[in-house]
């Protein structure tokens, strides 16, 4: 499968606790975006990368959040302490050049904060 | 059928009847739409996509208009099957600091009765 990865599926955690999740992109996509959707609404822009640069973060991105691309490929996407609205679904897309090419996207990691 | 968008996030139709799917995108410098299909549980799939130098692109069943004047897309899909049941977002790459950031609207949820 050449598709985009994402790791685990679904994690559910405790109030408090930390949470990593991994996404592994297209192999020649220099593009990364994560996105965090909730239900019955669209996927609501995190933040991306430009091969390992962070060159955007939206405000949604509190300062529990933090991401990283080290080396161009896979990225990471940690949550620490965190709170039951951080329940959502987190999406991880990649594509080529910017402008005029479409991002694909994985099949999400499901977070319930219990 | 037909829907607003925004205004009916839900859209019913039979099997075999021909459906519209509208969008209003707020952007008026973007200049590349995508369409999206997302099953439950799953993450958004690229159906279309069209830049802003066309007013018309068309795909297999799948038909993407849009109208720059009034900064207004629309999805036809024609003889609609149950396996076109899903949530449809448009999504313009609009852009954000000096980048394009893919940029979801609401979505529009599709049943299509047997």
């Known amino acids: 499968d050449t598709g985009v990865s994402q790791n685990p599926r679904h994690k559910i955690t405790k109030r408090g606790q930390n949470v990593t999740f991994r996404c592994d992109p297209i192999s020649e996509h220099n593009r990364l975006y994560w996105y965090r959707q909730t239900l019955g609404q669209g996927p609501e822009f995190l933040t991306y990368f430009q091969n390992e640069a962070q060159l955007e973060k939206s405000r949604l991105l509190s300062d529990r959040f933090s991401a990283e691309r080290p080396k161009g490929s896979f990225s990471t996407l940690e949550i620490q302490r965190t709170e039951q609205g951080d329940s959502a679904m987190y999406l991880c897309?990649?594509?080529?050049?910017?402008?005029?090419?479409?991002?694909?996207f994985g099949q999400g990691t499901r977070l319930t904060v219990v | 059928g037909e829907s607003v968008g925004l205004h009916l996030p839900t859209l019913s139709v039979q099997e075999g009847d021909n459906s519209i799917i509208n969008c209003a995108y707020s952007?008026?410098?973007?200049?590349?739409f995508i369409w999206y299909k997302q099953e439950s549980g799953k993450g958004p799939q690229f159906i279309i996509d069209?830049?802003?130098?066309?007013d018309k692109r068309q795909g297999q069943r799948v038909t993407v208009l849009l109208n720059k004047t009034v900064k207004h897309l629309s999805l036809q899909i024609a003889a609609t099957q149950p396996g076109d049941s899903a949530v449809y977002f448009c999504a313009e790459n609009g852009r954000s600091g000096g980048s394009y950031i893919p940029t979801f609207g609401r979505g529009t949820s599709l049943i299509v009765h047997p």
């Open positions: 952007n008026s410098a973007s200049d590349y």
């Open positions: 069209i830049r802003s130098n066309m």
């Open positions: 897309a990649s594509s080529t050049v910017s402008g005029g090419t479409e991002a694909f």
